[in-house]
Structure formats: structure tokens, C-alpha cells
């Protein structure tokens, strides 16, 4: 089964005055650890909500020109047997490149077979002599 695994992390900014100032350089910074080794995280802007009045919050806090960033990141794991093992695989994917950054799995969805199949189909027909894949010569015969 294939999943859409979602990681929380908590990114630390320095000398910074906004909230948005904070998380763009957290997305930049966060980007530049992954890549190019794992291209294919997508990276977003958390959410925070307080837990006093359940109000929605910016994803950057900023005291004394440093920010912590909240930030999801999002990953599609495939082959794997259970969530928990959808989970351990994206977190240690993540947090090879991601050092001293907390890492919290906050969703996880598996992934219809259709989703993750391929767009384009590949005629699998053997050929004459039994080979799933054609030969060479094969190829250039054509």
C-alpha cells in the first residue's frame, strides 16, 4: 500500500522582525536541507491554534528577533505494509536531512490504487523468445 504521511516541524529562525519574514526564510532553509536528495517534499506553512480560544495563529512565533516556524511537510511513502511503518520510513527520510529539527507524523492517508498508479500504461506483451523486456536489437529494428 502506498501513504501520504504529513510532518510537523518546528523550524528556528535567527534575526528576524515578522512572522512573515520568519517563514519564508524557514521554507527557503527547510528546502535547501532537503534538496536535492528529497525534491519531492512538498512544503507548507503550518497551522497553530490556541488552546485557550481555539484561535487560528500565524505558523511563526518571534521573540527577540528569533522565530520558531511551524511547517508541514508532506510525503508519499510507497510499499509499505501498515501506517506505523509509513510514519517510521518518512520521519527517518525527513530527519536524516532535517538535524536538530523536531519532527511530530500528524497525518497519515493511504492512497487509492488508481492515485498511485501511473498516468501512462506500459504494453507489459512478452516477446517472441519470453523476455519481458524487448532487446536492444529489438528496439532498433522497429
Known amino acids: 500500500m502506498d501513504c501520504r504521511v504529513v510532518v510537523e516541524a518546528a523550524v528556528p529562525v535567527y534575526d528576524v ?18 534538496n ?17 480560544c481555539h484561535e487560528e495563529l500565524d505558523p511563526a512565533f518571534v521573540a527577540a528577533d528569533e522565530s520558531l516556524v511551524a511547517l508541514k511537510l508532506e510525503i508519499t511513502v510507497f510499499n509499505v505494509e501498515r501506517d506505523e ?7 527517518k527520510e525527513i530527519g536524516q536531512r532535517l538535524t536538530n529539527i523536531p519532527l511530530e507524523v500528524i497525518a497519515i492517508e493511504q492512497l487509492s490504487d488508481e492515485a498511485a498508479e501511473p498516468e501512462e500504461t506500459v504494453d507489459t506483451a512478452e516477446s517472441a523468445d519470453g523476455d519481458m523486456l524487448p532487446e536492444f536489437e529489438e528496439l532498433i529494428d522497429e
Do not use: F, W
Open 17 to 34: 522582525d515578522t512572522a512573515d519574514e520568519a517563514v519564508r526564510i524557514a521554507i527557503s532553509k527547510t528546502g535547501e536541507m532537503l
Open 36 to 52: 536535492p536528495d528529497l525534491n519531492y517534499v512538498e512544503i507548507q506553512m503550518g497551522e497553530r491554534i490556541c488552546p485557550h
Open 85 to 91: 511503518h509509513a510514519s517510521r520510513i518518512a520521519r
